[in-house]
């Protein structure tokens, strides 16, 4: 440990900030994987550590990943969802791949555009 | 290294007592073993404050909260939550006589009621590690005072923020600086006061165990504003958890330069010593916690000339509560403005105008929702119970809530919507203290209830002063006797006069307020000691000598049919009766121990 200056202080606090924001479950958008036993099957494992490395490799420091249950459509796995703060609905993305990861990452949680051609549809069942 | 799910696990005392390492090693196995180990990271934090359902655990981004986890739950939820993405519903909260359970932390009422300001970095920091802490914005405020601001301008923001005194005494943070100053010395102190003798009173150690590095900033800013450059926090020896996450913070901040010479290259020397306490109650004050450290007994001495002006070593010392220490950097970051609208009264032209902030609780006994808790000065006793708190356990009747520790007043049924606040609590013969909260229901005897905390503070008196060495042991037969119904009315009005005596003429607080518990509970419950005294009766079922158990024959006979499990259970053998039939309990043998009203399965024994 050497002695720290004030610019230091702010240096430490910039490098944890996603860290920290995680922990607090802030973040501006948000990636959940589906892995029920279906999209387990269907490969989401990859599908989440294709997610996680675009996370590191882009130093995306605002993006927080959940993993959750079988959203129901068996048939379209690995699926995810993709939920943006600002945004009215979240996004459903099928049949993905860790190419397909890659394209919506960059067209969706970078640049705002819903990568349509990758979707199902935009917004949730009705729950009641 | 990013990973997508962090495990915070509790380490406070609480739930380290409970396992809740030996939980941490096995969710780092199982993760290890399930190949997540690049994805989720396990941390250990500090004291979340739920202490009655630990040992617990909250997964984060999802905000998933976690309770009464064995080590046996986890390979489960590992596989469940972590690989499968399903939070275990069998381990979420679920509130007192409800079905559903609460997986979210945010919606449960006993965290969605508080507001953190002291505690802010609860659950979320490894206390172990300043990286972590200087990430939360700790130090931050230091800058800030380094940089731009001149000691007289510090203590004009604390002294608008109205900030007082978190130990119990509420005396004006600001003026208290402000005055220890303008001493001409050419050494002053500044002292962090961590003794918390109040038996029950988790606040400080809490605050400690989770986020030391709150209080070290608040010490350096305070040492800054006041002219220090040697401090001391005295922390009682019976806090070992505590105690070693202060000197790792203490030795991490020595390594970063923020503690030593030079600090933050502005010229700025300030270090902090570790002085022990030895389990001595009356060490709590002041002037007898300087004596302490200055290796003299701990006797507290008058106060005409305050410590401010002459205190260790006859410097001029500032002491303060950790809880003071702790919101000093907040102030200085969000500023005087934020703090004042928090809280009640008005404190621009009084000082001692309003209770400005926040103020932690540890609150206990017969609510469901055990803990610690950080809540807005001005909230209702009835909202902290009975929301926070989760009302009273068993569905029993709420009687009375103490609060201050053991030198505070109970408060009752009539006054519960009072609002926490300094002089709204003295006012109905109770006090703020240092944050203790224990609830009594109708089960509990308010006369037995003060002879417990009258008999703790008679055996802390340190025996200087004639009052409280005297009087208390005094009082404190006459509730003996009372309890085993040997209390006359004489003894009442004895009882009353020897209290307001020991409070006008002790030397200390200590004799200053041990009497309340008695004088409060003689205000309010005052046919509770009536009873004990002319009908040799304990409304509360509580002293022994008073109560009789008796079993009702029909029920016994036509619910029970005589199952004989109170005669087995019997640690007196007292209870005559044959299986099938009628039984009795024989008062002569009966040690009052309730054992049987416990296990009877038909209801057949009261009490009386």
Same mark, same amino acid.
């Given at each position: ?49 294709? +997610?996680?490395?675009? $996370? =590191?490799?882009?130093? %995306? ?9 079988? #959203? ?28 397909? +990861?890659?394209?919506? $990452? =960059?067209?969706?949680? %970078? ?9 199902? #549809? ?7 | ?111 969605a009621d508080q507001t953190l300001i002291v505690l802010r970095n609860r ?13 939360r914005g700790g130090y931050e405020a230091l800058g800030k005072v380094l940089?731009s601001m001149t000691p007289e301008e510090v203590i004009e923001e604390i002294k608008a923020s109205g900030l007082r005194g978190r130990g119990g005494g509420g005396f004006p943070t600001g003026i208290k600086w402000e005055t220890c100053k303008k ?7 500044v002292?962090c ?10 606040m400080d150690?809490?605050t400690?165990?989770?986020d030391?590095?709150a209080v070290?900033e608040g010490m350096l800013i305070g040492a800054y504003a006041i ?81 401010v ?9 500032c002491l303060n509560n950790v809880e003071t220490w702790a919101n000093v950097p907040q102030i200085i970051l969000k500023g005087a403005k934020w703090f004042t609208s928090i809280g009640t009264g008005d404190v621009t032209n009084d000082p001692w105008g309003g209770s400005k902030g926040t103020k932690v609780f ?11 808790i950080e809540v807005p000065m001005g909230i209702s006793l009835?909202k902290i119970?009975?929301?926070i ?14 609060t201050g ?12 919507d009072l609002p926490v606040d300094y002089e709204e609590l003295t006012k109905?013969?109770?006090m703020m203290g240092s944050g203790?909260m ?171």
């Amino acid at each position: 440990m050497s002695k720290l200056k004030i610019e230091d202080l702010a240096k430490i606090r910039d490098e944890a900030r996603h860290k920290m924001a995680l922990r607090q479950g802030a973040g501006r958008v948000r990636i959940n994987v589906h892995m029920g036993t279906c999209g387990i099957a269907a490969g989401a494992r990859g599908i989440l550590t294709a +997610v996680m490395k675009e $996370i =590191e490799t882009r130093q %995306l420091h605002d993006v927080i990943v959940t993993n959750s249950g079988c #959203a129901g459509l068996c048939s379209q796995e690995p699926m995810m969802t993709v939920e943006v703060l600002g945004e009215p609905a979240p996004v459903k993305y099928v049949y993905l791949t860790a190419e397909k +990861v890659r394209m919506v $990452i =960059e067209s969706h949680v %970078l640049n705002g555009k819903v990568a349509k051609e990758l979707a199902l #549809a935009v917004g949730s069942e009705k729950t009641h | 290294m990013v990973y997508r799910t962090y495990l915070m696990v509790c380490a406070g005392t609480g739930c380290v007592a409970n396992q809740s390492m030996k939980i941490k090693d096995k969710l780092e196995a199982e993760i290890h073993r399930r190949g997540l180990q690049d994805e989720v990271a396990v941390v250990t934090t500090g004291c979340n404050g739920f202490c009655a359902v630990g040992p617990l655990m909250v997964v984060q981004p999802d905000g998933i909260f976690y309770q009464l986890l064995k080590e046996t739950d986890i390979p489960y939820i590992v596989e469940e939550h972590l690989v499968k993405g399903r939070p275990v519903k069998e381990l979420l909260y679920t509130p007192p006589k409800e079905k559903v359970p609460i997986p979210k932390m945010s919606d449960i009422p006993f965290f969605a009621d508080q507001t953190l300001i002291v505690l802010r970095n609860r659950g979320l920091i490894n206390p172990e590690n300043i990286d972590e802490c200087i990430a939360r914005g700790g130090y931050e405020a230091l800058g800030k005072v380094l940089t731009s601001m001149t000691p007289e301008e510090v203590i004009e923001e604390i002294k608008a923020s109205g900030l007082r005194g978190r130990g119990g005494g509420g005396f004006p943070t600001g003026i208290k600086w402000e005055t220890c100053k303008k001493v001409p010395s050419d050494i002053h102190y500044v002292i962090c006061n961590a003794d918390e003798g109040d038996p029950g009173a988790f606040m400080d150690r809490s605050t400690i165990e989770s986020d030391p590095h709150a209080v070290i900033e608040g010490m350096l800013i305070g040492a800054y504003a006041i002219g220090s450059s040697e401090g001391y926090v005295y922390i009682r020896n019976e806090y070992p958890i505590a105690l070693d996450r202060l000197q790792t913070a203490l030795q991490q901040a020595r390594g970063y330069g923020l503690l030593g010479t030079n600090i933050l290259d502005k010229n700025f020397d300030f270090d902090i010593k570790i002085a022990r306490g030895a389990g001595a109650f009356v060490c709590g004050e002041s002037t007898a916690l300087m004596a302490s450290i200055e290796g003299r007994p701990g006797e507290p001495r008058a106060k005409y000339v305050h410590t401010v002006e002459r205190g260790l070593w006859d410097k001029p010392t500032c002491l303060n509560n950790v809880e003071t220490w702790a919101n000093v950097p907040q102030i200085i970051l969000k500023g005087a403005k934020w703090f004042t609208s928090i809280g009640t009264g008005d404190v621009t032209n009084d000082p001692w105008g309003g209770s400005k902030g926040t103020k932690v609780f540890s609150l206990s006994g017969k609510v469901n929702n055990t803990g610690l808790i950080e809540v807005p000065m001005g909230i209702s006793l009835r909202k902290i119970i009975f929301d926070i708190g989760g009302g009273i356990k068993d569905g029993r009747k709420f009687k009375a809530v103490q609060t201050g520790g053991p030198s505070g007043g109970f408060i009752p049924e009539s006054l519960l919507d009072l609002p926490v606040d300094y002089e709204e609590l003295t006012k109905v013969g109770s006090m703020m203290g240092s944050g203790g909260m224990v609830v009594a229901d109708e089960d509990n005897c308010m006369v037995d209830m003060a002879k417990y905390f009258l008999s703790f503070t008679q055996t802390e008196s340190c025996g200087k002063c004639v009052p409280c060495r005297e009087g208390t042991k005094r009082m404190l037969d006459i509730l003996e006797k009372i309890t085993v119904g040997e209390g006359t009315e004489d003894d009442l009005v004895l009882l009353e006069e020897l209290s307001n005596a020991v409070v006008e003429s002790s030397l200390c607080a200590l004799g200053g307020s041990a009497p309340n518990p008695v004088l409060t509970t003689l205000k309010y419950f005052r046919e509770e000691y009536e009873a004990h005294v002319r009908d040799k009766r304990c409304p509360g079922h509580s002293c022994r000598k008073l109560i009789t158990y008796k079993i009702d024959p029909q029920v016994c006979v036509e619910k029970g049919h005589g199952c004989h499990v109170c005669a087995k259970n019997c640690p007196d053998r007292a209870i005559i009766g044959e299986t099938k039939q009628v039984h009795t309990i024989d008062v002569a043998k009966c040690g009052k121990c309730g054992v049987c009203y416990d296990v009877c399965k038909f209801d057949a024994i009261s009490v009386e």
